[in-house]
């Protein structure tokens, strides 16, 4: 009886926050929206909500791009077109990127409202599309520092580059859960750990859009591919998901909340089905969940083309009028259609035919008016080049470097092999060496980083960047293989037998989407054959793992005496790695996913007590790495585990201390992750979940305490009904090799007994 008290005051206390919500004041950007709304013709609103690929706008000759006067004036004259998106081929420098906004922008200005448009782009880790600029390592690779504030100061630069290249919008950060190891967009996202993933989400989202997000440095973030993308039943991009309610409230969402929470300002779409249901085509996620209880209140875009694939690929709409409607009724505002006009026909049709509520096209403009006002669109269309000096600086560059260095997570280092001394014979060999495509990945210059060799010739690949550490003469090279079948293999056993050491690159090169997806989580045989066939020269392997999801390296990396991972770590990122080999800096990475052993135990560490395994059944969780593991040139202690009281209740703050010692010979930075175990729960309980974490900066010898505070809320799950609790019991706190156990006692909310 209880229990369905506070359901229904929750709901009712939901509703209530609505209400209060819907009644707020209008602002001044608001009442511009409301008149400017007032003079749209069905037309201009349904223009606003349609946004076209940059080829629909422009014309490439011979490999010279420019927007084709005709088809722009088509685009906004005749069809009053909202918004654009993306590169026609490849990266364009920032004087081109100059030329097709103003044209854009002129044109705009030309209709009859002269509404500017919003132009979009993919700037996921750095401004990809535009030549010469900074890139970051990916998303992946930032989870993997564990450090907000580089994510923060990436994301800044990130929006300064962007706006350099005089586009407001930027589609990022992807805060899907990086959950199924399989699926190509891992190392687009955080990783695993939805705190991890809230957490630097929220960094990166403040760093893209600033305290003003309409001054000339910042840009709107785009928070996706909302919601439930990153766990297709068959690891294969945009294939079914099930994914209960319960489980979709637990993990899924609390980094899209999180970023509410921080501005975001946009949102884009899952293309996925969950349990049988686009989400594009539901209600339910795109209006009850997202506006009803996120209270978002920004654009939120439909993925590509995925309007028009409810009905060609889904199969949930007859015909693609259908789709049209299904859509905007279910809460899409905008529709990345991107090839042609016929959403816009449709849509204008249903409007005149009393299937979509005219209610629901304000509602979408108003959203979409309102980000182009916030962005200082319609006083600032176009930016001034000259307000850009630090564009691709060494400063920035420099930022890069260091978010790669703090990335590279060393995985094992068997008798300190590791640093290297400078003065011995280096055999560099693997697929992932000497390309910029291994440390780029996709969205790099192309849509499929295909071309990061001839766009970043400039920057140094792994082998150049150990050829300039310690001199050309000292470092041979030979391939051994490609991606997947071996070349010249006795060359590479002459030049190891030949060097001290083995720095064996293998892994993945660049790719997204659709064509990253793989039948086998196993590297290639090719690559693992490369291993066994070097390891039988007795030479000591360096293994370095260049690659954008886990891929099983089992076989290969028991041969190795040191194992690193770099990930994708962009344009510096082999620099980075160069300085961690040679002992110039010291690794602090921690792994942001679960390092599977076999290709078919694919756990995440946030497992339930029955994957762990038991006496009777030898196949429990057994990763071959696990979630937050990374060692370092320096070891650490931890000591003094303290918590504040024995007892948290309602409404209360427990306070955890630890004192954390650099025990080593050199300063080094360390992680410092917490975890907290719920004994007891009435939906069985993780193993363990991440709580909170920190990056600490230690010179030998010196201590810091670190303080964690956590409240009720911070400890809750997703009950049976949906419902976020915190059931009344026993906690315990891990931190390094130190725990502690405390209680949570409630007054209000029932236990797992349903007693107080
Ligand atoms: C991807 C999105 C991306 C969009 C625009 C889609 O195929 O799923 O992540 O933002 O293209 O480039």
Same mark, same amino acid.
């Given at each position: $009886?209880?229990?369905?008290?506070?359901?229904?005051?929750?709901?009712?206390?939901?509703?209530?926050?609505?209400?209060?919500?819907?009644?707020?004041?209008?602002?001044?950007?608001?009442?511009?929206?409301?008149?400017?709304?007032?003079?749209?013709?069905?037309?201009?609103?349904?223009?606003?909500?349609?946004?076209?690929?940059?080829?629909?706008?422009?014309?490439?000759?011979?490999?010279?791009?420019?927007?084709?006067? *005709?088809?722009?004036?088509?685009?906004?004259?005749?069809?009053?077109?909202?918004?654009?998106?993306?590169?026609?081929?490849?990266?364009?420098?920032?004087?081109?990127?100059?030329?097709?906004?103003?044209?854009?922008?002129?044109?705009?200005?030309?209709?009859?409202?002269?509404?500017?448009?919003?132009? =979009?782009?993919?700037?996921?880790?750095?401004?990809?599309? +535009?030549?010469?600029?900074?890139?970051?390592?990916?998303?992946?690779?930032?989870?993997?520092?564990?450090?907000?504030?580089?994510?923060?100061?990436?994301?800044?630069?990130?929006?300064?580059?962007?706006?350099?290249?005089?586009?407001?919008?930027?589609?990022?950060?992807?805060?899907?859960?990086?959950?199924?190891?399989?699926?190509?967009?891992?190392?687009?996202?955080?990783?695993?750990?939805?705190?991890? &993933?809230?957490?630097?989400?929220?960094?990166?989202? +403040? =760093?893209?859009?600033?305290?003003?997000?309409?001054?000339?440095?910042?840009?709107?973030?785009?928070?996706?591919?909302?919601?439930?993308?990153?766990?297709?039943?068959?690891?294969?991009?945009?294939?079914?998901?099930?994914?209960?309610?319960?489980?979709?409230?637990?993990?899924?969402? #609390?980094?899209?909340?999180?970023?509410?929470?921080?501005?975001?300002?946009?949102?884009?779409?899952?293309?996925?089905?969950?349990?049988?249901?686009?989400?594009?085509?539901?209600?339910? $996620?795109?209006?009850?969940?997202?506006?009803?209880?996120?209270?978002?209140?920004?654009?939120?875009?439909?993925?590509?083309?995925?309007?028009?694939?409810?009905?060609?690929?889904?199969?949930?709409?007859?015909?693609?009028?259908?789709?049209?409607?299904?859509?905007?009724?279910?809460?899409?505002?905008?529709?990345?259609?991107?090839?042609?006009?016929?959403?816009?026909?449709?849509?204008?049709?249903?409007?005149?035919?009393?299937?979509?509520? $005219?209610?629901? %096209?304000? *509602?979408?403009?108003?959203?979409?008016?309102?980000?182009?006002?916030?962005?200082?669109?319609?006083?600032?269309?176009?930016?001034?080049?000259?307000?850009?000096?630090?564009?691709?600086?060494?400063?920035?560059?420099?930022?890069?470097?260091?978010?790669?260095?703090?990335?590279?997570?060393?995985?094992?280092?068997?008798?300190? &092999?590791?640093?290297?001394?400078?003065?011995?014979?280096?055999?560099?060999?693997?697929?992932?060496?000497?390309?910029?495509?291994?440390?780029?990945?996709?969205?790099?210059?192309?849509?499929?980083?295909?071309?990061?060799?001839?766009?970043? @010739?400039?920057?140094?690949? &792994?082998?150049?960047? %150990?050829?300039?550490?310690?001199?050309?003469?000292?470092?041979?090279?030979? #391939?051994?293989?490609?991606?997947?079948?071996?070349?010249?293999?006795?060359?590479? &056993?002459?030049? @190891?037998?030949?060097?001290?050491?083995?720095?064996?690159?293998?892994?993945?090169?660049?790719?997204?989407?659709?064509?990253?997806? %793989?039948?086998?989580?196993?590297?290639?045989?090719?690559?693992?054959?490369?291993?066994?066939?070097?390891?039988?020269?007795?030479?000591?392997?360096?293994?370095?793992?260049?690659?954008?999801?886990?891929?099983?390296?089992?076989?290969?990396?028991?041969?190795?005496?040191?194992?690193?991972?770099?990930?994708?770590?962009?344009?510096?990122?082999?620099?980075?790695?160069?300085?961690?080999?040679?002992?110039?800096?010291?690794?602090?990475?921690?792994?942001?996913?679960?390092?599977?052993?076999?290709?078919?135990?694919?756990?995440?560490?946030?497992?339930?007590?029955?994957?762990?395994?038991?006496?009777?059944?030898?196949?429990?969780?057994?990763?071959?790495?696990?979630?937050?593991?990374?060692?370092?040139? +320096? +070891?650490?202690?931890?000591?003094?585990?303290?918590?504040?009281?024995?007892?948290?209740?309602?409404?209360?703050?427990?306070?955890?201390?630890?004192?954390?010692?650099?025990?080593?010979?050199?300063?080094?930075?360390?992680?410092?992750?917490?975890? %907290?175990?719920?004994?007891?729960?009435?939906?069985?309980?993780?193993?363990?979940?991440?709580?909170?974490?920190?990056?600490?900066?230690?010179?030998?010898?010196?201590?810091?305490?670190?303080?964690?505070?956590?409240?009720?809320?911070?400890?809750?799950?997703?009950?049976?009904?949906?419902?976020?609790?915190?059931?009344?019991?026993?906690?315990?706190?891990?931190?390094?090799?130190?725990?502690?156990?405390?209680?949570?006692?409630?007054?209000?909310?029932?236990?797992?007994?349903?007693?107080?």
């Amino acid at each position: $009886m209880r229990r369905i008290f506070i359901i229904i005051n929750i709901f009712f206390l939901n509703a209530l926050a609505l209400s209060a919500q819907t009644k707020k004041p209008e602002s001044d950007i608001d009442k511009k929206v409301d008149a400017l709304i007032a003079k749209m013709t069905l037309e201009e609103k349904v223009g606003q909500m349609t946004e076209v690929t940059s080829d629909v706008v422009s014309t490439t000759t011979n490999g010279v791009h420019e927007i084709d006067a *005709e088809k722009i004036k088509e685009a906004i004259l005749k069809y009053h077109v909202g918004s654009i998106l993306n590169v026609s081929g490849h990266a364009y420098d920032r004087k081109h990127w100059y030329e097709v906004i103003s044209t854009i922008q002129a044109e705009a200005a030309k209709d009859r409202l002269k509404i500017p448009v919003i132009y =979009g782009i993919d700037a996921i880790h750095g401004v990809t599309y +535009t030549t010469g600029s900074t890139l970051f390592p990916q998303e992946i690779a930032m989870a993997a520092t564990f450090n907000k504030e580089i994510a923060h100061k990436a994301g800044e630069i990130t929006a300064y580059e962007t706006r350099a290249s005089y586009i407001p919008w930027n589609y990022s950060p992807v805060l899907d859960l990086g959950k199924s190891p399989l699926w190509p967009r891992i190392y687009e996202t955080f990783g695993e750990d939805p705190y991890l &993933i809230k957490t630097m989400g929220a960094s990166i989202i +403040t =760093g893209y859009q600033g305290n003003d997000v309409g001054d000339k440095y910042h840009v709107a973030a785009c928070m996706k591919h909302y919601l439930g993308y990153g766990d297709p039943l068959s690891g294969k991009d945009r294939t079914p998901a099930w994914i209960p309610d319960r489980y979709m409230r637990e993990y899924f969402l #609390p980094p899209f909340a999180e970023a509410v929470k921080a501005g975001a300002r946009t949102l884009m779409i899952n293309s996925g089905e969950i349990n049988g249901v686009p989400i594009h085509a539901s209600k339910y $996620m795109l209006t009850d969940v997202l506006r009803g209880e996120l209270h978002f209140d920004g654009i939120a875009v439909s993925d590509w083309r995925d309007i028009e694939y409810l009905h060609d690929r889904h199969h949930i709409a007859a015909t693609q009028k259908e789709a049209v409607m299904i859509a905007v009724n279910a809460g899409v505002d905008m529709s990345m259609v991107p090839y042609e006009y016929s959403f816009y026909n449709y849509l204008v049709e249903l409007v005149n035919e009393g299937k979509v509520p $005219m209610s629901r %096209i304000n *509602e979408a403009v108003h959203r979409i008016l309102k980000v182009k006002y916030q962005l200082g669109l319609f006083d600032r269309p176009v930016g001034n080049p000259d307000d850009y000096p630090k564009f691709g600086s060494d400063e920035f560059s420099q930022v890069s470097l260091n978010a790669a260095t703090e990335a590279i997570t060393l995985l094992k280092n068997n008798n300190y &092999i590791l640093p290297l001394k400078k003065d011995i014979k280096v055999f560099v060999t693997g697929p992932t060496a000497n390309t910029m495509r291994s440390l780029d990945g996709g969205w790099s210059y192309t849509w499929q980083g295909e071309q990061s060799d001839l766009f970043a @010739a400039g920057k140094n690949t &792994i082998l150049k960047a %150990i050829q300039q550490k310690i001199g050309k003469d000292n470092v041979s090279y030979e #391939p051994g293989a490609s991606f997947d079948s071996l070349k010249n293999v006795d060359d590479a &056993i002459k030049a @190891a037998k030949n060097s001290d050491v083995i720095v064996l690159c293998l892994g993945e090169l660049s790719y997204t989407e659709n064509v990253g997806n %793989i039948d086998d989580l196993n590297l290639p045989a090719a690559q693992t054959q490369l291993a066994l066939e070097l390891a039988k020269t007795g030479k000591p392997v360096i293994l370095v793992l260049a690659e954008g999801r886990p891929r099983i390296v089992t076989a290969a990396e028991s041969k190795s005496a040191a194992t690193v991972m770099t990930y994708f770590s962009g344009n510096e990122g082999g620099d980075a790695l160069a300085n961690i080999l040679f002992g110039d800096a010291n690794p602090s990475g921690r792994l942001p996913v679960t390092y599977p052993r076999y290709a078919n135990a694919l756990v995440n560490y946030y497992r339930k007590n029955l994957e762990n395994g038991n006496s009777d059944d030898q196949h429990g969780y057994n990763p071959l790495y696990e979630f937050g593991y990374g060692l370092s040139y +320096t +070891t650490f202690s931890y000591n003094n585990l303290h918590i504040s009281k024995p007892d948290l209740k309602d409404g209360e703050t427990l306070t955890i201390t630890v004192d954390v010692k650099n025990t080593g010979q050199r300063e080094g930075k360390e992680s410092v992750l917490l975890y %907290i175990s719920e004994l007891y729960a009435s939906i069985a309980p993780d193993t363990k979940r991440l709580r909170g974490f920190d990056k600490i900066d230690l010179q030998a010898g010196e201590t810091k305490t670190v303080t964690f505070k956590i409240t009720p809320k911070d400890i809750a799950f997703v009950n049976d009904v949906s419902k976020t609790v915190t059931e009344a019991g026993e906690f315990k706190i891990q931190l390094g090799d130190q725990t502690q156990s405390f209680n949570y006692i409630s007054n209000t909310v029932p236990s797992r007994t349903g007693k107080l």
